[in-house]
């Protein structure tokens, strides 16, 4: 499938749905009320979205591999936070796993986007 606009990228379409998984959350009880914690976890998924659509707009496969690194380093604070949310009691092992899971395949369409975008 033919990349016409950002919303095309894989790694973003998962993106999205991390940081839809990520709010849904977040919303809820002593997590919603952490709220630092919460603001920050939620601004490292939603940078994640914004550093592939910024990138995407870039003139040069260079500056759309940085921006797809600065994207797949989010997705790495975010699943660092996941632990805090665990180790806090804001999420279940198993609500862990799954943003987790989400998490780790988010990084790795960003990780083979620009391994194909290095070797074009």
């Known amino acids: ?47 994640v979205m914004a550093n592939i659509a910024e990138g995407y707009d870039s003139d040069a496969d260079a500056d759309f591999i940085r921006f797809l690194s600065y994207a797949r380093r989010s997705v790495t604070e ?14 279940t092992q198993q609500q862990f796993n799954e943003l987790f899971e989400l998490a780790t395949t988010t990084r790795n369409l960003i990780s083979g986007f620009i391994r194909y975008l290095r070797q074009s």
């Open 78 to 91: 975010v699943q660092s936070h996941l632990y805090v949310a665990l180790d806090q009691g804001y999420l």
């Open 1 to 47: 499938m033919a990349i016409r606009r950002f919303e095309d990228i894989q790694a973003w379409q998962k993106a999205r749905q991390l940081t839809d998984a990520i709010y849904r959350y977040s919303n809820k009880s002593d997590f919603a009320r952490d709220f630092r914690f919460r603001d920050q976890i939620r601004s490292a998924a939603v940078s």
